[in-house]
């Protein structure tokens, strides 16, 4: 009867999961949906709580030091910072579904059915390279990791017998039941978690996030599988299917294939690829960059992730305010795949209350870019980088672009003469109509506004 | 049998998956990986129970481990979540 119930109510909050993640895919029912399917989540874990033969010392203890950490961190955290913290809930989620696979061994030692020792390997695997490949872009995305991606010579060999070794021994794990075989597996999945994401550049890191998004549900699936729970299996499975759909899209959304970000090295070749640049940088000063704004009537401004490293997003809005006041047409062009995640600038602009009619999106932007006087790009990089459209050497050919080079006059702000993140040298910089205005850009931002000012 | 209709239940649920997504705007994007990461914390449930049932020390251990990663990944997730979705909430209107 016990047992009855709570798989009824497992139902109810598989449904409240369908309909929430649905929820979040549009924006007028993104906030309620996140909150329908944390109800769906409430249920799940109290009604196992009643689960029969539990004892609650470590249950209690458990869920009072994991929600005291998660709350603070979710509060804590500047907008700037999100991507890195999904990326170490990710790892959390997975490396916990690891645990529930080898607690579930260590309870019946040795006398694991083939299909449970299986499933247990498979949650094992998957959480394990889940992980580390999720502290890996958590260290990358943080700065604490260079950017660049790390290669070396037979790596694909290598990682490829990696994989084979971890197949093999799970195999021979699940035929035998021998318990070194589990812990070879367990570190072996670490290792490959790391080994997979170095060899990937920063700049794909999002997608490397919802691709690791959706593993950790399908290790979740596995321990489902592990424990025999219903909930575990729809909920982990969901997350699984709905982030690799989401993956693909971020992929399109850069104009390449999922196979690529991931083995192609994407943005080691700096210096290599690509024709060489003509032209030279121009610097300007503040005091002459005012005055082309003061006389421009059509603004857009190009944010990237070094509007979020310098926190620029509140000065931005005032110098978009004042450039309003002055009679400019100010509007803000969002590139999919700007910042370090598929929408971070918006979350940065909607923090700083830039209103929402202001946001045009790529599309938009570039077809009224011929007509627009300055484009003022902030830390933004490869997203605006013409040798994605005329280049065919590039490395980033074929990715659509924010055509920011057909506007009148852009103005770059940026915090040295380096490439960008993805190790790539920005033709853009040196065209005939880009002014460089150098240094950090949120103080520059401030002294452009002081400028409308007096 | 039991097992079976487990596999067809998963099976199903991967498709309706790959159908409950389609056309996102970019900036739900983030909003959406990270709601359904937190979906994944899922695994919660598992590791109370492995908390709970684990005969041994060892066993209780990590399925302690389990529930305070779990845990983080379900409250932390959600919380995260709902901010980014606040703030996109308050322009415009």
Same mark, same amino acid.
């Given at each position: 009867?016990?047992?009855?119930?709570?798989?009824?109510?497992?139902?109810?909050?598989?449904?409240?999961?369908?309909?929430?993640?649905?929820?979040?895919?549009?924006?007028?029912?993104?906030?309620?949906?996140?909150?329908?399917?944390?109800?769906?989540?409430?249920?799940?874990?109290?009604?196992?709580?009643?689960?029969?033969?539990?004892?609650?010392?470590?249950?209690?203890?458990?869920?009072?030091?994991?929600?005291?950490?998660?709350?603070?961190?979710?509060?804590?955290?500047?907008?700037?910072?999100?991507?890195?913290?999904?990326?170490?809930?990710?790892?959390?989620?997975?490396?916990?579904?690891?645990?529930?696979?080898?607690?579930?061994?260590?309870?019946?030692?040795?006398?694991?059915?083939?299909?449970?020792?299986?499933?247990?390997?498979?949650?094992?695997?998957?959480?394990?390279?889940?992980?580390?490949?999720?502290?890996?872009?958590?260290?990358?995305?943080?700065?604490?990791?260079?950017?660049?991606?790390?290669?070396?010579?037979?790596?694909?060999?290598?990682?490829?017998?990696?994989?084979?070794?971890?197949?093999?021994?799970?195999?021979?794990?699940?035929?035998?039941?021998?318990?070194?075989?589990?812990?070879?597996?367990?570190?072996?999945?670490?290792?490959?978690?790391?080994?997979?994401?170095?060899?990937?550049?920063?700049?794909?890191?999002?997608?490397?996030?919802?691709?690791?998004?959706?593993?950790?549900?399908?290790?979740?699936?596995?321990?489902?599988?592990?424990?025999?729970?219903?909930?575990?299996?729809?909920?982990?499975?969901?997350?699984?299917?709905?982030?690799?759909?989401?993956?693909?899209?971020?992929?399109?959304?850069?104009?390449?294939?999922?196979?690529?970000?991931?083995?192609?090295?994407?943005?080691?070749?700096?210096?290599?690829?690509?024709?060489?640049?003509?032209?030279?940088?121009?610097?300007?000063?503040?005091?002459?960059?005012?005055?082309?704004?003061?006389?421009?009537?059509?603004?857009?401004?190009?944010?990237?992730?070094?509007?979020?490293?310098?926190?620029?997003?509140?000065?931005?809005?005032?110098?978009?305010?004042?450039?309003?006041?002055?009679?400019?047409?100010?509007?803000?062009?969002?590139?999919?795949?700007?910042?370090?995640?598929?929408?971070?600038?918006?979350?940065?602009?909607?923090?700083?209350?830039?209103?929402?009619?202001?946001?045009?999106?790529?599309?938009?932007?570039?077809?009224?870019?011929?007509?627009?006087?300055?484009?003022?790009?902030?830390?933004?990089?490869?997203?605006?980088?013409?040798?994605?459209?005329?280049?065919?050497?590039?490395?980033?050919?074929?990715?659509?672009?924010?055509?920011?080079?057909?506007?009148?006059?852009?103005?770059?702000?940026?915090?040295?003469?380096?490439?960008?993140?993805?190790?790539?040298?920005?033709?853009?910089?040196?065209?005939?109509?880009?002014?460089?205005?150098?240094?950090?850009?949120?103080?520059?931002?401030?002294?452009?506004?002081?400028?409308?000012?007096? | 049998?039991?097992?079976?209709?487990?596999?067809?239940?998963?099976?199903? @649920?991967?498709? %309706?998956?790959?159908?409950?997504?389609?056309?996102?705007?970019?900036? #739900?994007? *983030?909003?959406?990986?990270? !709601?359904?990461?937190?979906?994944?914390?899922?695994?919660?449930?598992?590791?109370?129970?492995?908390?709970?049932? @684990?005969?041994? %020390?060892?066993?209780?251990?990590?399925?302690?481990?389990?529930?305070? #990663?779990? *845990?983080?990944?379900?409250? !932390?997730?959600?919380?995260?979540?709902?901010?980014?979705?606040?703030?996109?909430?308050?322009?415009?209107?």
């Amino acid at each position: 009867m016990q047992e009855m119930l709570i798989n009824l109510a497992y139902i109810v909050a598989s449904i409240l999961f369908i309909f929430g993640i649905k929820m979040l895919g549009s924006a007028d029912t993104a906030r309620k949906g996140n909150l329908v399917s944390a109800i769906g989540m409430l249920i799940a874990v109290v009604v196992t709580l009643f689960e029969k033969g539990l004892s609650y010392e470590w249950i209690v203890a458990g869920l009072i030091v994991g929600t005291a950490i998660g709350a603070i961190a979710a509060k804590r955290v500047q907008m700037t910072g999100m991507p890195e913290l999904v990326a170490l809930f990710n790892g959390f989620g997975g490396l916990a579904s690891l645990l529930v696979g080898w607690a579930e061994y260590t309870k019946d030692e040795g006398h694991l059915t083939p299909f449970t020792a299986t499933v247990v390997v498979l949650a094992i695997l998957i959480g394990g390279i889940t992980f580390t490949g999720s502290m890996i872009a958590y260290l990358k995305l943080s700065g604490k990791m260079g950017g660049t991606p790390t290669l070396f010579p037979g790596q694909k060999v290598f990682n490829a017998l990696v994989v084979l070794a971890m197949l093999g021994l799970g195999g021979y794990f699940i035929a035998t039941g021998t318990e070194w075989a589990l812990y070879a597996v367990i570190g072996l999945s670490l290792a490959l978690g790391i080994l997979g994401v170095i060899p990937i550049g920063g700049g794909d890191m999002p997608v490397v996030i919802s691709l690791l998004n959706s593993f950790s549900g399908l290790a979740a699936s596995a321990a489902g599988f592990v424990i025999f729970n219903t909930v575990l299996v729809v909920a982990g499975c969901l997350v699984g299917a709905s982030g690799l759909i989401l993956t693909v899209i971020m992929c399109k959304a850069m104009n390449r294939t999922l196979a690529n970000v991931l083995f192609g090295g994407f943005g080691a070749a700096s210096g290599k690829g690509g024709a060489e640049v003509e032209g030279e940088m121009k610097a300007m000063s503040v005091t002459d960059a005012y005055y082309v704004l003061e006389a421009a009537n059509r603004v857009i401004f190009v944010p990237g992730y070094g509007m979020a490293v310098a926190q620029a997003q509140h000065a931005v809005k005032e110098l978009g305010e004042v450039l309003e006041k002055n009679g400019a047409e100010v509007s803000y062009a969002i590139h999919p795949v700007a910042g370090r995640m598929p929408g971070h600038m918006n979350v940065l602009l909607a923090e700083a209350d830039v209103p929402y009619e202001q946001l045009t999106e790529m599309d938009d932007a570039n077809a009224i870019m011929p007509a627009v006087d300055v484009a003022i790009v902030i830390g933004a990089n490869d997203v605006v980088n013409p040798a994605a459209a005329e280049d065919p050497s590039s490395p980033i050919y074929g990715m659509p672009i924010i055509n920011v080079h057909e506007a009148r006059t852009v103005f770059a702000l940026k915090r040295g003469q380096g490439a960008g993140f993805s190790g790539l040298v920005n033709t853009l910089f040196f065209r005939e109509n880009t002014r460089m205005i150098y240094g950090d850009a949120k103080a520059t931002v401030n002294a452009l506004v002081g400028q409308f000012k007096d | 049998m039991e097992l079976i209709s487990l596999l067809f239940t998963f099976v199903l @649920a991967a498709f %309706l998956g790959f159908e409950l997504i389609q056309k996102v705007p970019s900036q #739900l994007h *983030t909003p959406l990986m990270s !709601g359904s990461n937190a979906i994944s914390g899922i695994t919660m449930v598992g590791a109370i129970i492995a908390a709970g049932v @684990a005969d041994g %020390l060892f066993g209780s251990i990590l399925g302690f481990l389990a529930l305070v #990663l779990a *845990t983080i990944n379900v409250v !932390g997730g959600y919380m995260v979540t709902d901010r980014m979705l606040g703030m996109f909430k308050k322009k415009g209107h």
